[in-house]
């Protein structure tokens, strides 16, 4: 429900507003265990893989107010990483409108066991949109996501996070990052963070791309205080 404006300027009515969501989600997980990998530099113990393919279908009628006739407080912000698809994660209130969509999904685990306690060696994530209703300005296919956690030993991690356009064939958003992190005290890492300067869909306005390096050194003093340098 939308208030009346009320004061200098004030334009809209009263408005209330109806919004209807449904929708199914579907995922299983499959398992294979190699009880006896080892391998001393990489730190395996056993190893297990899980998938884990995921279907998510939302539907979403007409809303009763379509969004160009309600005043736009939370609207929705540009954004590099996909929104959410269902409520209330989707918090855009004034921007809810008509969506027939399923997000597809691949997600892959690698384990092993360091130190007794079981450990993700590598997490890889795949997943997209298949807008079965789409706008006039969308494709049937968004771009296509990947995330990846590679924890080769307990000190070192490589993170990875790309977004690629499907349409036009391009890499829009890479995001990679190496951090070592020999103990609790400090901690170093390296990013290279890309952004397409092509692909207008991931460009707020006045927005160009980018290729930048970034180096963080972290250093803790004590419980209550640390110092970060960028």
């Known amino acids: 429900y939308y208030g009346e404006e009320t004061g200098p300027g004030g334009t809209n009515d009263a408005t209330p507003r109806a919004v209807f969501i449904t929708g199914a989600e579907a995922t299983f997980k499959v398992s294979r265990l190699w009880a006896s990998a080892t391998n001393g530099w990489l730190a395996l113990d ?6 884990e393919p995921s279907l998510n279908y939302v539907y979403v009628p007409s809303p009763s107010v379509g969004p160009a006739e309600l005043p736009q407080f939370d609207y929705v912000q540009p954004s590099l990483r996909p929104l959410p698809i269902e409520f209330p994660d989707y918090n855009s209130i004034d921007s809810i409108d008509s969506q027939n969509v399923i997000r597809m999904g691949l997600r892959n685990r690698l384990q092993t066991k360091r130190a007794g306690q079981l450990e993700n060696f590598l997490f890889w994530d795949v997943y997209t949109d298949w807008r079965l209703t789409p706008d006039a300005d969308q494709s049937a296919f968004a771009d296509l996501y990947s995330d990846v956690v590679f924890r080769p030993r307990t000190w070192f991690t490589f993170e990875s996070e790309v977004r690629y356009d499907v349409s036009l064939g391009l890499l829009a958003v890479a995001q990679h990052t190496l951090t070592l992190r020999p103990n609790e005290i400090w901690s170093w890492s390296l990013s290279h963070w890309y952004l397409n ?11 160009t791309g980018n290729s930048l390096l970034i180096s963080t050194l972290y250093y803790k003093l004590n419980e209550n205080w640390g110092i970060r340098a960028t």
């Open 46 to 51: 056993g190893l297990r893989h899980i998938a």
């Open 197 to 207: 300067n092509e692909v207008s869909a991931v460009l707020t306005p006045g927005q």
